[in-house]
């Protein structure tokens, strides 16, 4: 296309913090687009119930799994359904040391969230850093970075992560820094990829050829242009990371049962399944299954609302 | 193209030494194996002694380069916990791992590629809804849990197969494999199922997105205007075009499927390589740890040399870019 001012070009250069009536009415475009999928609709309204049903579980659940002087040895593998010596039903009954299970599985499903959720937001600032210091400088601090990053996501996260936690041991500080480590990478990849396009761009040149000092440009003016992608990327990140905490736990390399999540708990039912104890690991893999694959639906819809090919 | 491979080469090596590195301190930072290995009533004396003979009263750059003398004698040290060399550790726990791979990846390829095919050929028939939604499960729901749930549904509710382990070996051309026994195949056919899936996922998507791109393209709206049955256009046209990226894909995943092999092997008890590993996380077996990890690295950078080869062949603007 010649050198005319295409309306894209007249997009790109208005301010970089756009007043806040146009970004209330973006707001509700993204809404109004977000909510033609009933699908991505449920997994939204799931994902809500079960941050409330998990951050709230100490005011919604019987029992406290982890005060050890509430559990009864007699409660020990209840089948879902039962009443136990605390007067009330087991919905999905009760683990080896008395447990009750859905109390378990939520105190353990705030655990998944708590890593996961703090392991993608750190993975995103890590990773975000590294992307544009990367297409801001160009030159041979790219070419290093990136081709760090490049090597990092030839291996599989798993791979890394469960290297991270051999080297630093277990723990809820360890797992989270073993993920970041093994998930950063895919944040610096893509803002990396949509910065080196902003990077070009004049508005950018113009602000350069102002005072303004260069952690400015990068986070006020390059990084706002460049989020819409890493939403994306940070959801899937999230789901990713509540999956690799809980196959590290399963592993036996995560957490311990003293401070469990879903992958924990799951490792534990394990343990008695040749008995048909099928409880105390198919319910909380329930759990898990729904989370991730809740979260990636959102984000799938995220990705085919904000993608520029699908707008009308 | 030789300067270029000079580069990549060299790249390569400061690669596999930083890491190696980085292992090494990382792994020799934890815990004291001492500890493990020995009765905590033992003598002081009997302590010094094992100290001693494994080295580690010695700095750490010493022990760097002690290790990193002895790679190069192809000596990767003593386990810890078996108390043989690490060499024939790993080597024999190899085949297992790689009987498992071979079968999963067939298994992928098998079901995948049709699939994705079907899926691309039809993209809104019902079939092809289906295909995209297993595939989707396929990648995001947790390995070990869909293992768990094959082994609740296959081995302990319906008893058809057996919970995990590997069965009878027997001699195979030179060497001893499961899969020449019907024991050996009715104990690596559930594993290798739960570790095809995520691929199966992949190459579905992949075979899908070429088939879709490829139905549109002027070469099969030709093929079609010449009078040709889709099954010929299907399967001698597209299938030949798309078949080049779907087989770079596949041959780059291999490495990955190597290390999720460790997942699959931990639920079913596999004694592969990947099981291997586990057990010396958990026992502090360090130069098992450290072997194979080194191990890992060099193959994962041998993997991206050749990736990187193979394209600077291809796209000379690669080469031409330089080693930077």
Request: hydrophobic residues 50%; neutral net charge.
């Amino acid at each position: 296309m010649p050198d005319t001012l295409t309306p894209e070009s007249g997009v790109i250069a208005v301010p970089s913090a756009p007043p806040a009536e146009t970004r209330a009415m973006r707001l509700r475009n993204f809404w109004s687009d977000y909510r033609q999928s009933w699908v991505a609709i449920a997994a939204l309204i799931v994902i809500v119930a079960l941050l409330v049903g998990s951050f709230g579980a100490p005011f919604l659940v019987p029992q406290d799994p982890y005060d050890l002087a509430k559990l009864d040895w007699m409660d020990a593998f209840l089948p879902p359904g039962t009443e136990g010596s605390g007067g009330y039903v087991h919905l999905l009954g009760t683990d080896n040391a008395g447990r009750d299970m859905l109390s378990a599985i939520l105190y353990g499903l705030r655990t998944s969230f708590v890593i996961g959720l703090s392991a993608g937001a750190l993975a995103l600032v890590v990773g975000i850093t590294v992307g544009l210091t990367a297409a801001y400088f160009g030159g041979r601090i790219e070419a290093l970075l990136m081709r760090i990053v490049d090597l990092q996501l030839s291996m599989p996260a798993i791979l890394l992560a469960l290297v991270m936690v051999a080297m630093l041991g277990q723990g809820i500080p360890q797992i989270i820094f073993a993920l970041v480590v093994a998930q950063y990478a895919y944040f610096a990849r893509t803002t990396h990829g949509a910065a080196s396009v902003e990077r070009r761009k004049d508005y950018i040149e113009a602000a350069r050829s102002t005072p303004l000092p260069t952690w400015r440009i990068m986070f006020k003016h390059l990084l706002p242009n460049v989020l819409p992608p890493l939403i994306v990327v940070a959801t899937v990140q999230v789901a990713s990371a509540i999956s690799l905490e809980a196959t590290l736990s399963f592993l036996g390399v995560g957490l311990p049962l003293t401070e469990p999540s879903l992958g924990s708990l799951i490792s534990n039912g394990f343990k008695y399944i040749h008995a048909g104890r099928y409880w105390l690991s198919i319910y909380p893999g329930v759990f898990l299954m729904i989370t991730v694959v809740a979260i990636n639906l959102v984000g799938d819809q995220i990705r085919t609302v904000i993608d520029p090919r699908n707008s009308r | 193209m030789f300067g270029y491979l000079v580069g990549r080469l060299s790249q390569a090596v400061v690669v596999v030494f930083a890491m190696s590195v980085i292992v090494f301190v990382g792994v020799y930072a934890i815990g004291n194996p001492i500890d493990v290995m020995i009765d905590p009533g033992a003598t002081a004396e009997i302590r010094e002694n094992l100290i001693r003979q494994y080295g580690l009263d010695q700095p750490l750059w010493r022990q760097y380069f002690t290790f990193v003398g002895n790679v190069f004698q192809g000596d990767l040290g003593q386990s810890m916990v078996y108390n043989i060399s690490v060499t024939s550790l790993v080597f024999s726990r190899l085949p297992a791992t790689l009987e498992l791979v071979l079968v999963s990846v067939t298994i992928a390829a098998v079901v995948g590629i049709p699939a994705g095919l079907y899926a691309g050929y039809r993209p809104n028939s019902i079939g092809a809804k289906l295909i995209m939604a297993l595939s989707v499960l396929g990648f995001s729901v947790p390995t070990f849990w869909i293992g768990m749930l094959l082994i609740m549904a296959f081995a302990v509710e319906l008893g058809w197969l057996p919970s995990g382990g590997r069965g009878e070996v027997a001699e195979f051309l030179w060497f001893k494999t499961s899969l020449a026994t019907s024991n050996g195949w009715s104990h690596v056919i559930m594993p290798a199922i739960n570790l095809s899936l995520f691929k199966m996922g992949l190459l579905i998507r992949l075979t899908r997105a070429g088939m879709v791109e490829a139905m549109g393209a002027e070469y099969v709206r030709f093929a079609r205007a010449q009078g040709l049955p889709d099954r010929q256009i299907v399967f001698s046209h597209i299938l030949r075009n798309i078949s080049i990226p779907v087989i770079t894909v596949f041959g780059l995943e291999l490495g990955s499927t190597l290390a999720f092999a460790v997942v699959t092997e931990t639920v079913f008890n596999w004694p592969g390589v990947g099981k291997l590993i586990i057990d010396s996380i958990l026992q502090l077996d360090r130069p098992v740890m450290v072997s194979y990890l080194v191990m890992v690295v060099i193959l994962f950078v041998l993997i991206n040399l050749i990736v990187d080869l193979i394209y600077a062949r291809l796209d000379p603007r690669v080469r031409l870019k330089g080693g930077s």
